[in-house]
């Protein structure tokens, strides 16, 4: 069975500087999907960063990017610049066959000022 | 941002009564999915439907239902509740293969 792992219950950041969130997995399917989800406190669950297990480029949206490794099984998240807004949960998710996504527990990030 | 919607946002019940979430979405997304998250969890698969007349179980037992009768409409029904149903209801909607967008969730207490 697919697992997703995110080692770090909670995160600290400094307006401005960059944090890794860190995110692990486990399957054995060649071809599959990871995504990074955020919800911000009593808000939408919204979508930071998506990647395709077969493209080797790690995927990038203005201040997010991951760093992708398939032969680990390591999927991590890097925000840079970091701004109040971004305090949320963030999850990890991977999306196993039939379209079925597998979240880990989350990380809390908290950008404090 | 993706047009997806769920009522009621919040809703407070006591034990036994009969509930339905409400679930739509205006982007012709044949997938659409329920997700049961506890307070800062993780989100559990309990339903999904691939089409009109199609339903499924997820990864997670739960005694509600569903039913796709219409594209664009998933509504998920529990015949009578309990405080174990007590928590946060996502749906979310896709094409195949594609990423999921969610709507703002149902907070359900049942008391």
């Known amino acids: 069975a697919q697992t997703v792992t995110q080692s770090q219950p909670e995160m600290s950041v400094q307006e401005a500087e960059t944090v890794t969130l860190s995110c692990t997995y486990d399957?054995?399917?060649?071809?599959?999907?990871l995504f990074w989800y955020k919800q911000p406190p009593s808000r939408q669950m919204i979508l930071v960063i998506r990647?395709?297990?077969?493209?080797?480029q790690n995927a990038t949206e203005n201040r997010f990017s991951v760093n992708f490794q398939k032969a680990a099984k390591s999927f991590s998240l890097k925000i840079s610049d970091s701004q109040l807004g971004d305090t949320a949960m963030y999850f990890c998710a991977f999306m196993k066959q039939g379209n079925k996504l597998v979240f880990g527990a989350g990380t809390i990030l908290r950008v404090k000022s | 941002e993706a047009d997806i919607y769920q009522t009621p946002r919040y809703l407070v019940i006591g034990t036994g009564k009969k509930i339905t979430l409400e679930c739509s979405q205006t982007?012709?997304?044949?997938?659409m999915y329920w997700y049961q998250q506890d307070p800062g969890m993780e989100l559990h698969l309990i339903h999904y439907s691939y089409g009109v007349n199609s339903t499924e179980k997820g990864d997670l037992s739960s005694e509600s239902t569903v039913s796709r009768i219409r594209t664009e409409h998933f509504p998920l029904t529990l015949e009578s509740a309990r405080p174990s149903h007590t928590s946060q209801y996502l749906c979310?909607?896709?094409?195949?293969?594609?990423?999921?967008?969610f709507g703002p969730g149902t907070r359900l207490l049942v008391l």
């Open positions: 982007m012709g997304h044949d997938k």
């Open positions: 979310a909607s896709s094409e195949y293969g594609a990423t999921q967008y």
């Open positions: 399957t054995s399917e060649s071809n599959y999907y």
């Open positions: 990647q395709e297990a077969y493209k080797q």
